[in-house]
Protein backbone atom coordinates (compact mmCIF):
# COMPACT_ATOMS: atom_id res chain seq x y z
CA UNK A 1 0.00 0.00 0.00
CA UNK A 2 2.85 2.36 1.11
CA UNK A 3 4.59 1.54 -2.51
CA UNK A 4 1.26 1.25 -4.39
CA UNK A 5 2.51 -1.60 -5.75
CA UNK A 6 -0.57 -4.48 -6.99
CA UNK A 7 0.47 -7.64 -8.20
CA UNK A 8 -1.33 -9.73 -11.05
CA UNK A 9 -3.00 -11.66 -8.83
CA UNK A 10 -4.53 -8.76 -7.13
CA UNK A 11 -6.84 -8.42 -10.98
CA UNK A 12 -11.07 -8.54 -9.61
CA UNK A 13 -11.85 -9.16 -13.09
CA UNK A 14 -15.45 -10.25 -13.05
CA UNK A 15 -15.79 -13.80 -14.53
CA UNK A 16 -18.80 -14.67 -17.01
CA UNK A 17 -18.91 -18.40 -15.81
CA UNK A 18 -22.29 -19.32 -14.30
CA UNK A 19 -21.67 -20.95 -11.09
CA UNK A 20 -23.28 -23.80 -9.91
CA UNK A 21 -21.48 -24.15 -6.37
CA UNK A 22 -19.91 -21.37 -4.45
CA UNK A 23 -16.55 -21.57 -3.55
CA UNK A 24 -15.87 -21.99 0.00
CA UNK A 25 -14.27 -18.48 0.26
CA UNK A 26 -18.07 -17.48 -1.25
CA UNK A 27 -20.03 -18.91 1.20
CA UNK A 28 -18.39 -17.18 3.93
CA UNK A 29 -18.55 -14.17 2.17
CA UNK A 30 -22.57 -14.91 1.92
CA UNK A 31 -22.92 -15.90 5.67
CA UNK A 32 -21.03 -12.70 6.79
CA UNK A 33 -23.70 -10.12 4.26
CA UNK A 34 -26.96 -12.81 6.33
CA UNK A 35 -24.93 -12.44 9.45
CA UNK A 36 -24.44 -8.24 9.20
CA UNK A 37 -28.08 -7.96 8.27
CA UNK A 38 -29.31 -10.12 10.88
CA UNK A 39 -26.92 -8.33 14.23
CA UNK A 40 -28.23 -5.03 13.40
CA UNK A 41 -32.17 -6.29 13.62
CA UNK A 42 -32.53 -5.62 9.53
CA UNK A 43 -32.99 -9.13 7.74
CA UNK A 44 -35.46 -9.79 5.41
CA UNK A 45 -34.64 -13.68 4.38
CA UNK A 46 -37.19 -13.58 1.28
CA UNK A 47 -35.43 -10.38 0.01
CA UNK A 48 -32.28 -11.12 0.84
CA UNK A 49 -32.16 -14.63 -1.04
CA UNK A 50 -33.87 -12.93 -4.05
CA UNK A 51 -31.43 -10.66 -3.82
CA UNK A 52 -28.56 -12.96 -4.20
CA UNK A 53 -29.75 -14.89 -6.56
CA UNK A 54 -30.33 -11.79 -8.78
CA UNK A 55 -26.41 -10.50 -8.45
CA UNK A 56 -25.02 -13.69 -9.09
CA UNK A 57 -23.63 -14.28 -5.36
CA UNK A 58 -25.85 -17.72 -5.21
CA UNK A 59 -26.32 -19.98 -8.65
CA UNK A 60 -30.17 -19.47 -10.61
CA UNK A 61 -33.39 -21.11 -9.81
CA UNK A 62 -34.14 -23.89 -7.27
CA UNK A 63 -30.39 -24.48 -6.79
CA UNK A 64 -29.96 -21.00 -5.26
CA UNK A 65 -32.63 -21.14 -3.21
CA UNK A 66 -31.02 -24.59 -1.41
CA UNK A 67 -27.74 -23.11 -0.87
CA UNK A 68 -29.26 -19.97 0.53
CA UNK A 69 -31.43 -22.73 3.34
CA UNK A 70 -28.27 -24.13 4.20
CA UNK A 71 -26.01 -20.96 4.87
CA UNK A 72 -29.04 -19.16 6.49
CA UNK A 73 -28.65 -22.47 8.36
CA UNK A 74 -25.36 -22.17 9.44
CA UNK A 75 -25.79 -18.43 10.41
CA UNK A 76 -28.68 -19.38 12.83
CA UNK A 77 -26.57 -22.09 14.66
CA UNK A 78 -24.41 -18.61 15.82
CA UNK A 79 -27.88 -16.37 16.05
CA UNK A 80 -28.83 -18.84 18.99
CA UNK A 81 -25.79 -18.89 20.66
CA UNK A 82 -25.51 -15.23 21.07
CA UNK A 83 -29.12 -13.30 21.42
CA UNK A 84 -27.38 -10.29 22.72
CA UNK A 85 -25.34 -9.70 20.02
CA UNK A 86 -28.46 -8.73 18.07
CA UNK A 87 -29.67 -4.83 17.75
CA UNK A 88 -25.94 -4.40 18.94
CA UNK A 89 -25.11 -0.43 18.55
CA UNK A 90 -21.53 1.37 17.22
CA UNK A 91 -19.78 3.64 19.60
CA UNK A 92 -17.83 6.64 18.17
CA UNK A 93 -14.71 7.20 19.65
CA UNK A 94 -11.84 9.44 19.49
CA UNK A 95 -7.99 8.55 21.33
CA UNK A 96 -5.33 11.11 21.57
CA UNK A 97 -1.61 9.47 21.87
CA UNK A 98 1.69 10.47 21.56
CA UNK A 99 1.83 12.49 18.00
CA UNK A 100 -1.40 10.51 16.75
CA UNK A 101 -4.86 10.60 17.10
CA UNK A 102 -7.35 6.99 16.26
CA UNK A 103 -10.90 7.77 15.52
CA UNK A 104 -14.29 5.51 14.34
CA UNK A 105 -16.43 3.83 15.68
CA UNK A 106 -16.41 0.67 17.43
CA UNK A 107 -19.50 -2.26 16.13
CA UNK A 108 -21.27 -4.67 17.79
CA UNK A 109 -21.40 -3.20 21.61
CA UNK A 110 -24.65 -4.25 23.98
CA UNK A 111 -24.40 -3.45 27.37
CA UNK A 112 -21.26 -3.78 29.29
CA UNK A 113 -19.90 -6.26 26.09
CA UNK A 114 -19.10 -5.85 22.66
CA UNK A 115 -19.69 -9.29 19.95
CA UNK A 116 -17.39 -10.39 17.26
CA UNK A 117 -19.32 -13.09 15.72
CA UNK A 118 -18.47 -15.09 12.25
CA UNK A 119 -21.30 -17.36 11.13
CA UNK A 120 -17.75 -19.76 9.61
CA UNK A 121 -14.51 -20.79 11.06
CA UNK A 122 -12.14 -18.08 12.29
CA UNK A 123 -8.23 -18.00 11.07
CA UNK A 124 -4.93 -16.01 12.68
CA UNK A 125 -6.13 -12.99 10.99
CA UNK A 126 -9.39 -12.22 12.60
CA UNK A 127 -8.15 -13.00 15.96
CA UNK A 128 -5.77 -10.40 15.06
CA UNK A 129 -8.51 -7.77 14.10
CA UNK A 130 -10.77 -8.83 17.15
CA UNK A 131 -7.63 -8.64 19.59
CA UNK A 132 -6.31 -5.37 18.19
CA UNK A 133 -10.11 -3.38 18.52
CA UNK A 134 -10.37 -4.80 21.89
CA UNK A 135 -7.60 -3.25 22.92
CA UNK A 136 -8.77 0.36 21.00
CA UNK A 137 -12.27 -0.14 22.81
CA UNK A 138 -10.35 -0.72 26.40
CA UNK A 139 -7.99 2.32 25.33
CA UNK A 140 -11.15 4.67 24.98
CA UNK A 141 -12.88 3.63 27.88
CA UNK A 142 -9.59 4.23 29.32
CA UNK A 143 -9.57 7.90 27.67
CA UNK A 144 -13.03 8.85 28.80
CA UNK A 145 -15.31 6.82 26.99
CA UNK A 146 -17.41 6.13 28.98
CA UNK A 147 -19.91 3.54 26.78
CA UNK A 148 -17.37 1.50 25.88
CA UNK A 149 -17.27 -2.18 27.53
CA UNK A 150 -14.28 -3.79 28.73
CA UNK A 151 -14.83 -7.76 27.67
CA UNK A 152 -15.13 -8.88 24.14
CA UNK A 153 -17.06 -12.10 23.44
CA UNK A 154 -15.53 -13.86 20.23
CA UNK A 155 -17.86 -16.13 18.60
CA UNK A 156 -17.65 -18.78 15.45
CA UNK A 157 -18.75 -21.98 13.96
CA UNK A 158 -17.13 -25.36 14.16
CA UNK A 159 -18.95 -28.24 12.59
CA UNK A 160 -22.23 -26.69 13.18
CA UNK A 161 -21.67 -26.44 16.81
CA UNK A 162 -21.11 -22.46 18.03
CA UNK A 163 -17.73 -21.71 19.98
CA UNK A 164 -16.66 -18.80 22.51
CA UNK A 165 -13.81 -17.16 23.34
CA UNK A 166 -14.16 -13.65 25.75
CA UNK A 167 -11.12 -11.22 25.68
CA UNK A 168 -10.59 -10.39 29.04
CA UNK A 169 -10.18 -6.52 30.30
CA UNK A 170 -6.39 -5.07 28.99
CA UNK A 171 -4.37 -3.19 31.68
CA UNK A 172 -2.35 0.13 30.57
CA UNK A 173 -4.16 -0.43 27.29
CA UNK A 174 -3.76 3.63 26.32
CA UNK A 175 0.08 2.38 26.52
CA UNK A 176 -0.07 -1.23 24.99
CA UNK A 177 -2.26 0.79 21.71
CA UNK A 178 0.72 3.77 21.50
CA UNK A 179 3.07 0.73 21.36
CA UNK A 180 1.12 -0.87 18.39
CA UNK A 181 1.19 2.51 16.61
CA UNK A 182 4.76 3.26 16.89
CA UNK A 183 5.12 -0.31 14.94
CA UNK A 184 2.68 0.55 12.57
CA UNK A 185 4.25 3.90 11.65
CA UNK A 186 7.73 1.77 11.15
CA UNK A 187 6.20 -0.91 8.85
CA UNK A 188 5.84 2.57 6.57
CA UNK A 189 9.48 3.00 6.75
CA UNK A 190 9.95 -0.61 5.64
CA UNK A 191 8.78 -4.38 5.91
CA UNK A 192 8.19 -6.12 9.63
CA UNK A 193 9.25 -9.48 10.01
CA UNK A 194 5.46 -10.02 11.71
CA UNK A 195 3.19 -12.60 10.33
CA UNK A 196 -0.57 -13.70 10.54
CA UNK A 197 -0.51 -16.85 10.98
CA UNK A 198 3.13 -18.00 12.44
CA UNK A 199 2.60 -14.58 14.70
CA UNK A 200 -0.75 -16.60 16.36
CA UNK A 201 1.03 -19.58 16.21
CA UNK A 202 3.45 -18.16 18.36
CA UNK A 203 0.83 -16.48 20.59
CA UNK A 204 -0.81 -20.41 21.05
CA UNK A 205 2.53 -21.95 21.56
CA UNK A 206 3.22 -19.43 24.26
CA UNK A 207 0.00 -19.48 26.36
CA UNK A 208 -0.24 -23.27 26.95
CA UNK A 209 1.35 -25.29 29.01
CA UNK A 210 4.62 -26.36 28.16
CA UNK A 211 4.82 -29.68 25.91
CA UNK A 212 7.10 -31.63 23.65
CA UNK A 213 8.65 -29.66 20.63
CA UNK A 214 6.79 -31.54 17.61
CA UNK A 215 8.91 -33.59 15.26
CA UNK A 216 9.46 -31.76 11.99
CA UNK A 217 7.26 -32.96 9.04
CA UNK A 218 8.60 -34.27 5.75
CA UNK A 219 9.65 -31.49 3.38
CA UNK A 220 9.98 -29.02 6.19
CA UNK A 221 13.40 -27.05 7.43
CA UNK A 222 14.64 -27.91 10.64
CA UNK A 223 14.06 -25.20 13.16
CA UNK A 224 16.74 -22.64 13.77
CA UNK A 225 18.64 -22.80 17.62
CA UNK A 226 17.05 -20.90 20.54
CA UNK A 227 19.38 -18.58 21.64
CA UNK A 228 19.01 -19.00 26.09
CA UNK A 229 16.33 -16.83 26.88
CA UNK A 230 14.61 -16.77 24.20
CA UNK A 231 11.05 -18.73 23.49
CA UNK A 232 10.47 -22.54 24.09
CA UNK A 233 12.01 -25.11 21.49
CA UNK A 234 8.16 -25.39 20.31
CA UNK A 235 6.88 -22.38 20.06
CA UNK A 236 9.70 -20.89 17.70
CA UNK A 237 9.64 -24.28 15.47
CA UNK A 238 5.67 -24.54 15.59
CA UNK A 239 5.69 -20.48 14.30
CA UNK A 240 8.66 -20.87 11.59
CA UNK A 241 6.34 -24.02 10.05
CA UNK A 242 3.28 -21.98 10.11
CA UNK A 243 5.59 -19.79 8.63
CA UNK A 244 6.49 -21.99 5.76
CA UNK A 245 3.58 -24.29 5.03
CA UNK A 246 -0.03 -24.37 5.62
CA UNK A 247 -1.32 -25.72 8.91
CA UNK A 248 -5.01 -25.00 9.40
CA UNK A 249 -7.80 -25.96 6.09
CA UNK A 250 -8.52 -22.95 4.04
CA UNK A 251 -5.26 -21.19 4.76
CA UNK A 252 -4.37 -20.30 1.67
CA UNK A 253 -0.27 -21.16 2.18
CA UNK A 254 2.23 -20.93 4.72
CA UNK A 255 2.64 -17.09 5.64
CA UNK A 256 5.99 -17.21 3.30
CA UNK A 257 3.29 -17.96 -0.03
CA UNK A 258 1.64 -14.67 0.11
CA UNK A 259 3.11 -12.92 -3.06
CA UNK A 260 3.32 -9.85 -1.08
CA UNK A 261 5.32 -11.45 1.68
CA UNK A 262 7.67 -13.47 -0.84
CA UNK A 263 8.43 -9.81 -2.63
CA UNK A 264 9.35 -7.96 0.44
CA UNK A 265 11.71 -10.89 1.90
CA UNK A 266 13.01 -11.88 -1.21
CA UNK A 267 16.39 -13.57 -0.40
CA UNK A 268 15.97 -13.20 3.53
CA UNK A 269 14.54 -16.07 5.73
CA UNK A 270 12.53 -14.02 8.50
CA UNK A 271 12.06 -16.76 10.99
CA UNK A 272 15.85 -16.87 11.41
CA UNK A 273 17.54 -13.72 10.01
CA UNK A 274 15.03 -11.31 11.93
CA UNK A 275 13.59 -13.61 14.33
CA UNK A 276 14.15 -10.83 17.27
CA UNK A 277 12.44 -8.84 15.72
CA UNK A 278 9.68 -11.20 14.65
CA UNK A 279 9.44 -12.59 18.90
CA UNK A 280 9.51 -8.63 19.99
CA UNK A 281 6.80 -7.33 17.68
CA UNK A 282 4.43 -10.64 18.93
CA UNK A 283 5.43 -10.02 22.23
CA UNK A 284 4.23 -6.32 22.19
CA UNK A 285 0.98 -7.47 20.14
CA UNK A 286 -0.16 -10.24 22.75
CA UNK A 287 1.35 -9.95 25.58
CA UNK A 288 -1.02 -8.38 27.81
CA UNK A 289 -3.66 -11.20 26.16
CA UNK A 290 -0.82 -14.03 26.81
CA UNK A 291 -1.01 -13.34 30.64
CA UNK A 292 -4.56 -11.89 30.94
CA UNK A 293 -6.19 -15.12 29.53
CA UNK A 294 -9.46 -15.99 28.47
CA UNK A 295 -12.48 -18.01 28.74
CA UNK A 296 -13.33 -20.49 26.24
CA UNK A 297 -16.12 -22.92 25.71
Not at 224 to 237: K, N, T
Request: net charge negative; charged share 25%; glycine share 12%.
Amino acid sequence: RVLRISLGNDDDTLADDEIFAPSHMEQGGIRSRMLSTALAGERDVEREQRRMLADGSLPPHDLGAAWHEGLAADVAVVLESVPGAIGARAVPFTIDGDAWRLKGRLVGVNGGERYVVRAGGIRAEHWIRAWVEHVAMCAAREAGVDDMPTTTVVVWRVQDKPKREVLPPVTDALGLLDRLVHAAKAGLEGPLPFFAQAGWTWHNAIKAKPKKAAKPKKGASAPPPVQEGGVPDDARWEATLCYEKETTPFAGGGDCEDPYVALCFRGVDPMADRWGEFERLAVTLFGAWRWAGGDEG
